[in-house]
C-alpha cells in the first residue's frame, strides 16, 4: 500500500474551516484515500474516502487533485469537538487485502476558542 | 443499534499472565480487525478475519499472541504469557462484506497494563 506524509500537528480557530493536507505519491491506480480521526481515549472514527474526485459528506469535504497524489480534508466550521488526531490513509478497496488500512502517524488538529 | 463491543475495557495484570480480551463485532459485518496502539509504534494492524477465517496476521508480534472467531459475534486476542512491553491499547474493529465505503467501525478499546 502506498505510504502518505501529514504534517504533525495543526491549530485553527474554533468556527473556522480546518483544511488538513496529505501527501500520497506513490498511490497507484486501485487505491482509495481514506480519512479517520481519534478523539483522545477513543477508537477511530471514519470521515470519508474517495478514488478520483472530490467527495462531501455530513462531516467533511474530501479534495483529490488530479494526478491524485495529494489531498486535503476540509472541515468547514471547526469546533472544539474536531480537536483529534486526523489520518490520511491509502488501500485497496476489493479482493483479499479488502480493508487492510494501515494508520501512519496523522495530524493533530487542535481547534482554538 | 450496537457498536463493537469490546471488553474488558481496562485490564492490569503481571507479567506471566495469561490476558484474553474480547470483541464482539456488528450484527451482519463480516470482516473483523484486530489492532494495537502505543506511543512508539501508532495503531498497528495484528490481524484480520473474514467470515470468521483468518486472513492476515502477518502483524501479530510473535507466537505469544494468537487470536480467534470461533463465531460470526465473537472473537478473542489472548497474551500468553504477557510481558511489560505487551502494554497498549488493543482496538477490535468490524467492517461488512461487499460495503464500497471502506469504513471501519472501531470499538472503544482494551487498554491493557502489564506490570
Known amino acids: 500500500d502506498a505510504k502518505t506524509t501529514q504534517p504533525p500537528s495543526m491549530d485553527c480557530a474554533e468556527g473556522r474551516a480546518a483544511n488538513l493536507p496529505c501527501n500520497h505519491s506513490?498511490?497507484?491506480?486501485?487505491?482509495?484515500v481514506y480519512w479517520y480521526r481519534q478523539i483522545h481515549s477513543q477508537g477511530p472514527q471514519y470521515i470519508i474516502h474517495?478514488?478520483?474526485n472530490n467527495e462531501t459528506n455530513e462531516m467533511a469535504s474530501l479534495i483529490i487533485t488530479e494526478d491524485r497524489k495529494s489531498s486535503t480534508l476540509i472541515l468547514p466550521h471547526a469546533t472544539l469537538r474536531d480537536t483529534a488526531v486526523y489520518y490520511c490513509?491509502?488501500?485497496?478497496?476489493?479482493?483479499?487485502?479488502?480493508?487492510?488500512?494501515?494508520f501512519g502517524k496523522g495530524t493533530l488538529l487542535t481547534v482554538n476558542p | 443499534d450496537a457498536g463493537v463491543i469490546q471488553s474488558p475495557r481496562h485490564e492490569v495484570t503481571e507479567m506471566g499472565q495469561e490476558v484474553t480480551l474480547r470483541c464482539k463485532p456488528i450484527?451482519?459485518?463480516?470482516?473483523l480487525f484486530w489492532y494495537r496502539q502505543t506511543m512508539m509504534r501508532g495503531l498497528e494492524l495484528l490481524i484480520y478475519?473474514?467470515?470468521?477465517?483468518?486472513?492476515?496476521d502477518s502483524g501479530m508480534p510473535e507466537d505469544r499472541f494468537s487470536a480467534k472467531m470461533p463465531n460470526a459475534s465473537f472473537s478473542t486476542l489472548k497474551i500468553q504469557p504477557s510481558e511489560p512491553r505487551d502494554s497498549a491499547v488493543y482496538f477490535c474493529?468490524?467492517?461488512?462484506?461487499?460495503?464500497?465505503?471502506?469504513?471501519?467501525?472501531f470499538g472503544e478499546g482494551s487498554r491493557l497494563t502489564v506490570l
Open positions: 450484527s451482519g459485518h463480516d470482516y
Open positions: 478475519f473474514n467470515n470468521n477465517v483468518p486472513i492476515d
Open positions: 474517495g478514488l478520483k
Open positions: 506513490t498511490i497507484s491506480g486501485n487505491e482509495y
Open positions: 490513509i491509502v488501500g485497496k478497496n476489493s479482493g483479499g487485502s479488502n480493508y487492510k488500512l494501515t
Open positions: 474493529a468490524s467492517s461488512p462484506q461487499g460495503a464500497d465505503t471502506g469504513e471501519l467501525f
